[in-house]
């Protein structure tokens, strides 16, 4: 977990969520909000490189501890901004 997201900030140095709504049941929570953040071209944050997309979080908690962890997003504008060819 650690290499990961050391990478995706290395990759979105300003990554932040938003979260306006939480749901929880039992030992499940959701979140409701928005990610953003810039993506970085050798350190540099150009405006044209933000996004902001809506995004969802589910956990479960097991023993005080977080088991699961989904995200649901749309990440097609983030993939668009970094060039990434999808099929």
């Known amino acids: 977990m650690k290499t990961g997201w ?5 990759w979105f140095p300003d990554y932040s969520v938003k979260v306006d709504d939480i749901l929880s049941k039992g030992n499940m929570v959701g979140l409701f909000g ?3 953040g810039t993506y ?6 150009l405006p044209e490189n933000h996004w902001e997309i ?3 979080w589910k956990a479960v908690v097991q023993g005080g501890r977080i088991s699961e962890w989904h995200v649901y997003a749309d990440n097609e504008p983030v993939w ?6 999808r099929y």
């Open 54 to 56: 809506p995004a969802a």
């Open 34 to 36: 928005t990610a953003q």
């Open 80 to 85: 668009k901004i970094m060039g990434v060819k």
């Open 40 to 45: 970085s071209i050798n350190g540099r944050l």
């Open 6 to 10: 050391a990478g995706y900030f290395g």
